[in-house]
């Protein structure tokens, strides 16, 4: 890898000739002056924040510090950071799962009891205001070379259509050919056998049932590893039980273990505070997509299952009034966090953008997913699109023009490809198309981005290569106006963020970033990275403006399709009105996020707004309502429920 000077160091040494020449041309007072000082003085301008917005550290007491991989704004106003074990293996071994909720107002924290490991699980916002959080981390992945232990997948089979069977972690599982031993890593349920009988005969078939389990061998050594399909005879169990149950398997090796999923599902209680388990997953999964659907209902896409394979198309949908799962009649497969978006009319519209698990050629392509036949109608026109990994993509708003933003991505794996490419489309056109929008600075994996109140979108971080190798983070953020089609370059961070990053907007009007997971921490790429802890608050120009509108009091909830009235004293300047649904996000995936747009009208001591009657545009859940004036400055968001 050819060694190059990280942005920061190449920006200070812009900014140290910069103020080398000012002194050569004003004289020794400027001398004083170092260009980090320089820097620091310039962005704390009010001028400068008024035109660029400004950058502020979060100050989180040492106890509550943690890997935040996922953060969802809950309807309290507080925020919910989940780490699990954080991409820390030793934390994985102890045990130790995390999650810390954060209240931005009082800036105050509190330690939540985190059941299982939610590291790399989905979520997404239900209509009652919980947050569903299902899947996360069985096992961490093993590399080649690192794998001491054969292991691999056990089919277990049953034919008794009368009984299932639950075999504990540690079932011993011996070839009938090879004598070989393994044992299972985890508990598992075997269903009973189906049994049909012909209606005319009265003859009965019965057909095997099967799970799936990982397991190792009990002693490390290559002697240990099969190479063939093998019978395995199930230890322990007696007469029709050993004749009933039984185990298959491949090849038994040494190969590279990827991470492995679970089946858990929790809800997230924002006024109890505490996690509600709910019907497991039929389905283990590690870096899935949870989407709400127009009912109400969640669907759960992709993710890595209990031995680390891509959930081969089999996805299942989660209803929140019987906390259960159901199997959608047909299969479709998608690589690992697709980006999947509810649109105007109930049908899910897949961007493109992924985290990459999955076969280069397959699931890939952008479309518009039809849930209850399974039709995909392919959407074309996708620039680069073989490096779409690790982009990020956003529902333009308002949500009723139905355009979508993709943004930058990667090639696929660890590839150094990335691409300062944006792609719109517009899927109430006729033939809806990708066509290429305003670039970005520079090629761009893990950007992140948030819609903004007054209809611009923030997107911030990224880097060039694969998890910022070579000091390639990318210190730079901008807004995008969704009118003018054009970025704008504003403050820049100071905080480089890649992989397991992402962005979040505060109620406030603020933007919350957190996460990086860098390969290296140093540019030559000889150091493991660190985890970064930290949290950025963005706060945007327009909050740094005199004067700000402010709804006084209304409804805390409001029927679809009809008209609310809210109390202000600044009707006459108010020009819209937005309802945003809040974020639940990880790995720059998210698709909970949009921006409604309200009618609004002037009444004699407020305003008076009114809901879109269409579910699909404005699935039922907790919303912020926010007003902005003629200036462009938001208010304050008020939390208003929508059943």
Not at 177 to 188: I, R, Y
Not at 223 to 235: A, F, K, L, V
Not at 524 to 538: L, S
Not at 584 to 608: C, E, F, N, P, W
């Amino acid at each position: 890898m050819k060694y190059r000077p990280s942005r920061r160091t190449r920006r200070i040494a812009i900014g140290a000739t910069a103020v080398l020449v000012l002194a050569g041309m004003n004289g020794p007072a400027l001398y004083r002056f170092s260009s980090e000082k320089y820097h620091a003085y310039k962005i704390n301008q009010p001028e400068y924040k008024a035109e660029n917005g400004h950058w502020d550290m979060l100050d989180v007491p040492d106890d509550y510090q943690i890997n935040t991989i996922h953060a969802a704004l809950l309807h309290t106003g507080k925020v919910l950071l989940i780490a699990g074990s954080g991409n820390n293996a030793k934390m994985f071994a102890s045990k130790t799962f995390r999650t810390v909720l954060w209240d931005p107002e009082k800036n105050t924290y509190k330690n939540i009891p985190t059941p299982k490991d939610m590291f790399c699980a989905g979520h997404t916002q239900l209509p009652d205001g919980k947050l569903l959080v299902a899947g996360g981390t069985q096992r961490y992945e093993k590399l080649q070379g690192d794998v001491d232990k054969a292991g691999g997948l056990m089919i277990v089979k049953n034919e008794d259509p009368d009984k299932p069977k639950t075999l504990p972690a540690g079932t011993l599982f011996t070839g009938k050919t090879s004598g070989k031993t393994f044992q299972s890593k985890d508990n598992l349920l075997v269903p009973r056998a189906k049994k049909k009988v012909d209606p005319v005969t009265g003859a009965a078939t019965v057909s095997a049932s099967e799970a799936r389990v990982y397991v190792e061998a009990r002693r490390k050594g290559k002697q240990y590893s099969t190479g063939d399909t093998e019978n395995y005879r199930i230890q322990g169990l007696k007469g029709a039980d050993a004749k009933n149950f039984y185990g298959i398997a491949n090849k038994l090796s040494f190969d590279k273990k990827d991470f492995q999923g679970i089946k858990e599902a929790y809800e997230f209680d924002p006024v109890a505070e505490r996690y509600i388990t709910v019907d497991p997953m039929h389905e283990a999964r590690w870096y899935p997509t949870l989407t709400t659907l127009e009912d109400g209902k969640v669907l759960s896409v992709s993710g890595l299952d209990e031995i680390g394979q891509v959930v081969p198309g089999k996805n299942e949908v989660y209803d929140p009034e019987t906390k259960k799962w159901t199997y959608l009649p047909k299969r479709r497969f998608f690589p690992t966090y697709p980006a999947l978006f509810l649109t105007q009319g109930g049908k899910i519209f897949y961007t493109g953008s992924n985290a990459g698990y999955g076969p280069a050629n397959k699931g890939r392509k952008p479309g518009i997913w039809d849930v209850e036949t399974n039709d995909f109608d392919v959407v074309p026109g996708m620039s680069d699109p073989n490096i779409l990994e690790t982009s990020m993509s956003v529902m333009l708003p308002p949500a009723q023009e139905q355009k979508f933003m993709v943004i930058g991505g990667g090639g696929v794996g660890e590839s150094e490809k990335s691409s300062e490419k944006t792609r719109l489309v517009d899927l109430t056109a006729n033939n809806p198309r990708f066509k290429n929008g305003a670039p970005l600075t520079e090629g761009t994996r893990y950007p992140g981005g948030s819609i903004l109140p007054d209809d611009s979108v923030f997107v911030s971080g990224g880097s060039a290569d694969y998890r910022g190798r070579s000091g390639s983070n990318i210190l730079k953020a901008q807004i995008y106006d969704t009118r003018a089609g054009t970025f704008r370059q504003v403050a820049d961070p100071t905080v480089g963020r890649n992989y397991h990053s992402g962005t979040l907007l505060l109620p406030d009007g603020r933007v919350m970033i957190f996460g990086s997971d860098s390969l290296y921490s140093d540019d030559a790429n000889t150091k493991p990275g660190v985890f970064e802890k930290r949290i950025e608050i963005y706060t945007p120009p327009y909050l740094y403006r005199d004067a700000r509108p402010k709804l006084v009091s209304g409804p805390d909830s409001v029927e679809r399709g009809d008209t609310a009235k809210f109390r202000t004293e600044h009707a006459s300047s108010i020009k819209s009105a937005r309802l945003m649904r809040p974020s639940a996000v990880t790995h720059v995936t998210d698709v909970d996020q949009r921006s409604i747009a309200l009618d609004v009208k002037k009444t004699g001591d407020g305003i008076a707004v009114t809901v879109p009657k269409d579910r699909s545009l404005v699935p039922s859940g907790w919303y912020m309502l926010f007003v902005t004036d003629d200036q462009g400055t938001p208010s304050k968001g008020v939390w208003v429920e929508v059943p």
